[in-house]
């Protein structure tokens, strides 16, 4: 696979310039927090009609300077101009008057609305709403994005794939020529990429400037036609078309690679010859080799299991399921379909309405978390920030939030430091936690370090099964294959793993067997022993089983 701009190339060279016309451009933008300089002199360059991938570990910029492009903060220093007209951007409404529409990662769709009342939400300028105007501008945005979207459907019950064709009418809605799309993957099926890959290329046609990030190689190689580096704040790299064109598709990823983590990441455990396995799509992914399990003891089975409604969210309902020692069970499907609900129920943080669950033919339906973790059981929750930790207390005590009250850690209800230290010592270090100290609060690390303090909590203290909900979401190439390193060495040693995830890629690296979950409820399972398992676990997704 090679970048986008390798096959227009030819075509770069034989025109007057090769280059197209310069959107946008962001001089020595520099913005500082207490204590970490976010952005340090950046400079971008963006052009109609080409897609500039920026690409970067966690906390190399990245959500900072678009944050700063889309009006949501503004730099301490430095130049934007728009269509060489220098423009100040104070606040997100400027930002759409400057032709700048962003598509984040989440969906900001309101479910309960039509498809045609989410576009017009911002249409305030007149007394009236003008509702056939609104439907003829849907129509021409769909034809550009290549895809029919029905006006009158609810947000809520699209899917994915095209919410997120939604999400892009309605970041042009206002007349954008800069596009901004933040990880817009992340949760889509392999048909809604190729979707997408479709509609960039027509959007680029029509003389759109797009900012595309992605923490996956792949897409940068399938959709981009310059990419732009960050590091620790700082852009260490930037390839035109021109110059990617130059170059073979091994030198371009090398060059990327080392950009990234530095000339001496070859010494690391996460080398460039293991990123560069892990940037391959789902055409080229290396697939788990499903293991014969069939002699292992069942450890953790449902039966009938239905959960109790939380804050409107998708219950499970009617989840019959088990899973063997040594396996790594995977839940795939749309995001928001029960899988939140199914962690919960299982490792005890919501009840249990009708069935049973059974721990080693032990009935624990009616345990609580505690009891649950007593025998084994931990969670590494998908909202790290807000659930998994608690941001205004040290490094050292979020590794042991769990473990209050017990020995040797507390003692007469008085915390031991010396043991705690010395643990919280030795996880920092196996765990690779990149912190200035033990005391250190743990809101001010690193969405990919604060990773780990989940991971080092959970997988420390002897666990015997691990439900992980989307343990990679939104890290970089290097924390993923350190966190998809720590999940299989913990099978190696006989542990046993649910797997919830949106990404195709990982279920299909990790798992034996593979669920689809949908509207809270199981619609299929299939053993990871195909070539094509991502189609086929992309048609369940979309209902079509057949």
Not at 214 to 229: N, P, Q, R
Request: aromatic content about 4%; hydrophobic content about 40%.
């Amino acid at each position: 696979m090679r970048f986008a701009g390798h096959s227009k190339y030819q075509e770069a060279l034989n025109s007057q310039e090769g280059l197209s016309t310069l959107c946008l451009e962001a001089i020595q933008i520099t913005k500082a927090f207490p204590g970490v300089v976010a952005n340090d002199r950046i400079d971008i360059e963006v052009r109609s009609g080409e897609v500039l991938c920026l690409l970067g570990e966690n906390g190399a910029g990245k959500s900072t300077l678009i944050s700063i492009l889309s009006g949501m903060q503004q730099p301490d220093s430095g130049t934007i101009k728009i269509n060489g007209k220098i423009s100040e951007i104070n606040s997100p409404r400027i930002a759409k008057d400057l032709g700048i529409g962003v598509v984040y990662q989440h969906s900001t769709l309101i479910s309960t609305l039509t498809v045609l009342e989410n576009l017009m939400l911002g249409d305030t300028g007149k007394v009236l709403l003008d509702v056939k105007g609104a439907k003829e501008k849907l129509l021409t945005l769909a034809s550009l994005l290549g895809g029919a979207i029905d006006p009158n459907t609810l947000a809520g019950d699209l899917a994915l794939g095209q919410q997120q064709q939604v999400e892009i009418a309605k970041a042009m809605w206002g007349g954008s020529n800069i596009l901004i799309l933040d990880e817009p993957t992340s949760m889509l099926t392999p048909q809604a990429v190729q979707d997408l890959q479709a509609s960039l290329e027509s959007l680029k046609r029509e003389g759109l400037a797009v900012i595309f990030i992605t923490h996956k190689l792949h897409e940068a190689f399938a959709l981009g036609d310059a990419v732009t580096v960050l590091r620790a704040g700082r852009k260490v790299l930037h390839l035109s078309t021109r110059q990617i064109g130059e170059l073979s598709e091994s030198q371009t990823r090398e060059i990327i690679l080392k950009s990234m983590f530095g000339s001496d990441s070859s010494a690391e455990s996460n080398s460039v010859e293991v990123l560069t396995e892990m940037d391959t799509g789902s055409e080229n992914v290396s697939h788990h080799k499903q293991r014969d399990l069939a002699d292992s003891k069942i450890i953790l089975e449902l039966k009938g299991v239905s959960s109790t409604s939380q804050y409107n969210e998708v219950e499970v309902t009617d989840v019959t399921l088990s899973i063997r020692r040594g396996e790594v069970y995977g839940i795939a499907g749309i995001d928001g379909h029960g899988q939140r609900s199914l962690a919960e129920a299982i490792v005890g943080q919501r009840s249990i309405s009708r069935g049973q669950l059974f721990f080693e033919g032990l009935d624990v339906s009616k345990m609580n978390v505690r009891q649950r973790q007593s025998l084994g059981f931990r969670y590494v929750t998908d909202d790290r920030l807000h659930e998994g930790i608690v941001g205004s207390l040290s490094v050292a005590l979020n590794l042991f939030i769990k473990r209050i009250g017990q020995r040797p850690y507390w003692r007469m209800g008085q915390i031991n430091w010396s043991a705690l230290n010395e643990e919280a010592s030795r996880l920092i270090e196996k765990f690779s936690i990149k912190t200035p100290s033990l005391t250190t609060r743990g809101g001010t690390l690193s969405g990919g370090n604060i990773q780990k303090i989940l991971l080092a909590r959970e997988l420390a203290f002897d666990p015997k099964v691990v439900v992980f909900n989307k343990p990679t979401y939104g890290l970089d190439f290097k924390t993923v294959a350190l966190v998809r390193g720590l999940l299989k060495e913990f099978v190696s040693q006989g542990g046993t793993v649910l797997l919830i995830s949106t990404d195709l890629d990982e279920l299909t690296e990790l798992c034996d067997r593979i669920s689809i979950i949908s509207r809270g409820k199981i619609v299929g399972t299939v053993d990871n022993n195909s070539t094509k398992i991502a189609e086929e676990i992309g048609a369940f997704m979309v209902g079509d089983s057949q």
